[in-house]
C-alpha cells in the first residue's frame, strides 16, 4: 500500500539483532533479572559511556550473546581506561609538562609521522562503512584502534626520553599526538558521546572562545586538527578503574533477586487429607546415626545405609544417591521413622525410613535432630 502510494521512502534494509542474556540467563524485567538504568547511574555516576562502550562491544548482532559484570570491569578497565584513557591522559600531561598546554609546532615530519597521520584520515571512512552495514561492534572496534595507534606511537617514538636530548624531534611527536587525540574527540562521539563531549572541552575543540569548528569530515581531509599555538585545557580523567567491589556489589543483587525468584516459583505440596491425633500417634520416629553407606547396584538413586536407631542397627534403603556420596553421610545423625513395614528393594529389605526434604532445585537436605545431648534411640513427639 505505501508502495502503491508513491510518495513513501521504503525500507530496503531491516537489521535486527539476537538475545542479549544477562549472566547467563534471559533478562526477565517482571523477575527483576535485569540492569535497571537509574540503578547503574547512582551506582556508576558519570560513567554511561562505559554501559554503551559494553552493550556495543557484546551486541547480539549475528548470534545471542550475554552480559556479565566481569566482562563489564574488563573491558572497562582493560580498555576503556588502558588504551583509550590513558592515551589522551599521557598527550595533555605531556602537553602541559612540556609546553604549559599549548600545541607545539609541528617541524619536520619523519616517515613514521606522515604514515601515522595518513592513516588517521583513513579511519572515518572505515568507520563510517560499518555503520552504514550495521555493524556497531566492528565500528566501535575501529574507533579503538585509533586509541591504539596513538598508544603505540607514543610508545615508539618515547617522548619523555627525547625532550633531554631533541626537543624539537619532541615537539614534532607531541604535535602529531595532538592530532590523534583531536580524531578521538570526534569520531568518538558516536559510541561516546559524553566522552567526546568531556574531551573537546579539554582540548578546546569545537569552543566558541577559540572558534576550532570540527566535523567528522574534517578528520578525512584536514592536514591539521589542532594548530601550534593552539591552547589545550588542563587534564581530566576519562575513566576510572571500576574495583571488585563495585562489581559483587552488582552480583549481590542478582543474587538477591534470584532467591526472590525461587522463593516465588517454588510450588508446595499441597496438604493432605486430614489424620487424627491416633494416626499421628502411630509414627514411631527416632533419632539414628548412618554408621555405613554404599550404592547399591546398578541403581542410580538408591544408598544402602546402615543405621543405629538406638534400638538396633538395621538396614535402610534410601533414594539419596543423586544428593550425597556415601562417604560423606557417615556418622550423619538422621530422623528415622522406625515402625515403617518393611519392603523389599532390589532383593534388599529396607526396615525403615528417613526424613528428607526437597530444595528448589531438587537437592535433598536431611531433616536431623543437631540438638546437643540428644542420643540415638530418643524419641521424636
Not at 4 to 18: C, H, T
Not at 72 to 99: D, P
Not at 127 to 138: A, G, P, V
Not at 332 to 360: C, D, F, H, W, Y
Request: hydrophobic residues 40%; contains cysteine.
Amino acid at each position: 500500500m505505501l508502495k502503491a502510494e508513491g510518495s513513501y521512502i521504503l525500507p530496503n534494509n531491516v537489521p535486527a539483532n539476537e538475545f542479549l542474556n544477562l549472566e547467563g540467563n534471559k533478562i526477565s524485567t517482571s523477575k527483576n533479572w535485569a540492569v535497571w538504568l537509574h540503578e547503574y547511574l547512582e551506582d556508576f555516576p558519570d560513567q554511561q559511556d562505559v554501559l554503551r562502550y559494553v552493550l556495543t562491544s557484546n551486541a547480539p548482532e549475528t548470534k545471542d550473546n550475554d552480559f556479565t559484570w566481569a566482562d563489564f570491569q574488563a573491558r572497562n578497565n582493560n580498555e576503556l581506561v588502558a588504551i583509550f584513557g590513558n592515551f589522551i591522559n599521557r598527550v595533555t600531561v605531556l602537553t602541559h609538562k612540556y609546553y604549559d598546554g599549548i600545541t607545539p609546532s609541528e617541524g619536520i615530519l619523519s616517515q613514521i609521522d606522515i604514515k601515522t597521520l595518513e592513516t588517521i584520515r583513513a579511519y572515518p571512512a572505515v568507520i563510517e562503512s560499518s555503520i552504514e552495514r550495521y555493524r556497531f561492534r566492528e565500528a566501535q572496534q575501529e574507533l579503538m584502534n585509533v586509541a591504539r595507534l596513538g598508544n603505540k606511537y607514543l610508545a615508539d617514538q618515547e617522548p619523555w626520553k627525547t625532550i633531554k636530548t631533541d626537543e624539537q624531534r619532541t615537539k614534532t611527536v607531541m604535535f602529531v599526538a595532538l592530532q590523534i587525540a583531536s580524531a578521538l574527540a570526534i569520531l568518538s562521539e558516536p559510541f561516546l558521546p559524553h566522552t567526546s563531549r568531556k574531551l573537546k572541552e579539554m582540548l578546546r575543540i569545537n569552543s566558541r572562545e577559540t572558534q576550532n569548528s570540527l566535523q567528522w569530515s574534517d578528520v578525512a581531509t584536514k592536514q591539521i586538527l589542532i594548530a601550534p599555538g593552539h591552547t589545550i585545557n588542563t587534564n581530566e580523567l576519562l575513566f576510572s578503574k571500576i574495583e571488585d567491589s563495585q562489581i559483587q556489589a552488582q552480583m549481590d543483587k542478582l543474587t538477591a533477586s534470584k532467591l526472590a525468584n525461587e522463593i516465588a516459583e517454588k510450588v508446595t505440596t499441597p496438604q493432605k487429607d486430614t489424620c487424627t491425633f491416633e494416626d499421628f500417634t502411630k509414627l514411631d520416629m527416632r533419632v539414628g546415626t548412618i554408621i555405613e553407606a554404599e550404592k547399591m547396584p546398578k541403581a542410580k538413586k538408591l544408598l544402602v545405609l546402615k543405621v543405629d536407631t538406638g534400638l538396633d542397627v538395621r538396614t535402610i534403603v534410601s533414594g539419596i544417591a543423586e544428593s550425597f556420596t556415601p562417604q560423606e553421610i557417615i556418622g550423619k545423625r538422621v530422623t528415622v521413622l522406625v515402625n515403617l513395614a518393611p519392603r523389599a528393594l532390589r532383593g534388599v529389605e529396607s526396615q525403615g525410613m528417613i526424613l528428607m526434604t526437597q530444595m528448589p532445585d531438587g537437592t535433598l537436605v536431611f531433616v536431623n535432630p543437631d540438638t546437643a545431648g540428644v542420643s540415638n534411640g530418643d524419641s521424636i513427639a
